[in-house]
């Protein structure tokens, strides 16, 4: 499977931004599909994942409340609607996907298997 963020700009404080996780070379079916983040000169964090059939999702306290995951109607792509931006969100955002296994709590963050090469979201003030 190969993964692409794709969405990533410039936008200004308060502002939003859509994210969007293509896959090719499969759909996802009972894969769990997440976002993560990283800034410059800090570990990447994880904000937000979900089972593709839309029954789970998970979100950290960093994505709580602005941030949406959410799935396409086509089995291929997977969006992070991101709201009230903050200079702080500048990073490279990145979407990952695993086998299917069964997360739950911060294990929603973990052991992921296929990664795209990340889009990069500035928000100036």
């Known amino acids: 499977v190969q993964l692409q963020a794709s969405g990533g700009g410039l936008v200004q404080a308060g502002g939003s931004l859509t994210l969007s996780c293509t896959a090719s070379?499969?759909?996802?079916?009972?894969?769990?599909v997440g976002w993560f983040r990283q800034a410059p000169g800090k570990e990447r964090e994880f904000l937000a994942a979900?089972?593709?059939?839309?029954?789970?999702?998970y979100y950290t306290d960093s994505a709580k409340g602005r941030f949406t995951i959410s799935r396409g109607n086509a089995k291929n792509t997977v969006y992070l609607q991101m709201n009230s931006l903050k200079p702080e969100d500048t990073a490279v955002y990145y979407c990952?996907?695993?086998?299917?296994?069964?997360?739950?709590?911060?294990?929603?963050?973990?052991?992921?298997?296929?990664w795209g090469q990340g889009t990069l979201v500035t928000v100036s003030s």
């Open positions: 070379g499969r759909t996802f079916s009972s894969n769990n």
């Open positions: 979900m089972h593709w059939s839309g029954g789970s999702r």
């Open positions: 990952a996907a695993d086998q299917g296994r069964l997360k739950t709590g911060r294990g929603w963050g973990r052991e992921y298997d296929y």
